[in-house]
């Protein structure tokens, strides 16, 4: 990505990610990737060939029981991924803000939303993400920011959550797609 969606990178960062992957790249004796897509690109930006193969599975306990929603416990929608703004998670904001208002003005109770609980690591550009939360307190009141997680409690996650939500503008492997399937 720091190649082929540059919009989305900027600084030091940007041009030692873009170096080192071309160096990387360059010196390889094989190279191997999950999409042929991204085997294109290699092959664009750099002649090289690259081999598509099918990623392991993620590892994901076997004793993970579903969370089942109920009188103690809360629907909820899940995003996993760092907190960058090519995620576009200030849009699911803008979204959950939405739907909350537009449950109110049916006469609906805005309870009735499900929550959003936006796992990953902060970015030091997270700020749009941030702002909207702070421009939008009907909506932040129903979405959990959760930072640090074991894999058995993500997997928890997962089997729990009326659904996965990814709203990226660019994406690398889309890791949280795959562990959405387990």
Not at 33 to 40: L, N
Not at 44 to 57: C, E, K, S, Y
Request: aromatic share 6%.
């Amino acid at each position: 990505l720091p190649i082929t969606a540059q919009q989305w990178f900027s600084g030091r960062v940007a041009v030692e990610a873009q170096s080192q992957v071309g160096t990387l790249i360059d010196n390889a004796d094989q190279l191997l990737t999950v999409s042929q897509e991204v085997a294109d690109e290699i092959m664009r930006i750099f002649g090289r060939g690259a081999t598509v193969i099918n990623p392991a599975d993620p590892l994901v306990s076997d004793n993970i029981s579903p969370q089942q929603s109920g009188p103690d416990t809360e629907p909820f929608v899940l995003t996993v991924g760092t907190m960058h703004p090519r995620k576009n998670l200030a849009a699911l904001v803008r979204i959950w803000d939405l739907w909350i208002r537009e449950y109110e003005a049916d006469g609906n109770d805005a309870q009735h939303v499900p929550a959003l609980l936006i796992v990953g690591r902060r970015h030091p550009e997270d700020q749009d993400l941030h702002n909207e939360l702070a421009k939008s307190p009907r909506a932040a009141s129903k979405i959990r920011l959760l930072h640090s997680m074991s894999d058995d409690a993500l997997a928890d996650l997962y089997a729990g959550c009326r659904f996965v939500i990814m709203p990226s503008h660019a994406e690398g492997w889309g890791l949280p797609v795959r562990e959405a399937f387990v």
